[in-house]
């Protein structure tokens, strides 16, 4: 965690954390302490806010918890500052209603962007700047949405444990999963399962005519 800290201090671009701060989300945040973790590790001034959603309304209530016991319950109703925001939302949805691109040079993220003559009922928001994906099992179901909420020159950080399958004891599944053939029982199984990630990642990108640049990769039982 402490190298996801330093990356995104030396990462994001400069007009982002300067002017008006990164807005990060931990898409699947569970009771939220990797949250308050880049809220309190990181430097205040690059931070605009940073949104703790969980699907299950129990984690949102010990997210809830863990913010009053670190005393950063003014960060969930503050006007300047960095904010905390508590969402309990589907994260493939919440990612996919975060699709415009922001101003960087606009002071405050856009909290809605439909025209004034949409018809359409639902909202759209600003991009993020930093998408934490950690789920139970793959990560797959959350690629593509992942892929489009993340603005220009953002990070995503993506965690996948599903290694029975990235490690070709399911090739099938593999195959179905990420598009690639897993294998089995090779010497550098660790790598190739990255490699494997990377690649399904790098595919999905291009799809909407983006391209990732891999900044750090570790594979561990």
């Keep these: 965690h402490l ?19 990164i807005r990060i989300l931990d898409a699947l945040a569970a009771s939220g302490l990797r949250s308050l973790r880049y809220y309190k590790e990181l430097n205040p001034k690059f931070i605009h806010s940073i949104t703790i959603n969980d699907l299950d309304p129990a984690a949102i209530d010990l997210a809830r918890e863990n913010i009053e016991y670190n005393h950063l319950s003014h960060a969930l109703n503050c006007k300047e500052g960095p904010k905390i925001h508590l969402e309990n939302e589907d994260a493939t949805q919440l990612m996919y209603m975060s699709r415009s691109k922001p101003n960087p040079f606009s002071p405050t993220p856009s909290t809605s962007t439909k025209p004034s003559n949409s018809k359409s009922k639902l909202p759209s928001f600003d991009q993020y700047d930093v998408i934490d994906l950690d789920p139970y099992g793959s990560a797959a179901p959350f690629l593509d949405s992942a892929l489009q909420s993340i603005a220009d020159g953002g990070m995503l950080a993506i965690t996948s444990t599903d290694m029975k399958v990235l490690g070709g004891s399911q090739p099938d599944t593999c195959y179905a999963r990420y598009g690639s053939m897993p294998i089995n029982k090779s010497p550098y199984l660790q790598e190739l399962a990255l490699r494997i990630l990377l690649c399904d990642i790098a595919k999905r990108a291009s799809t909407y005519g983006r391209s990732i640049k891999p900044i750090l990769s570790v594979g561990m039982n």
């Excluded at 330093?6 to 400069?14: D, G, M």
């Design 3 to 21: 190298l996801i800290l330093i990356i995104i201090e030396i990462s994001i671009p400069e007009k982002h954390a300067t002017v008006r701060g």
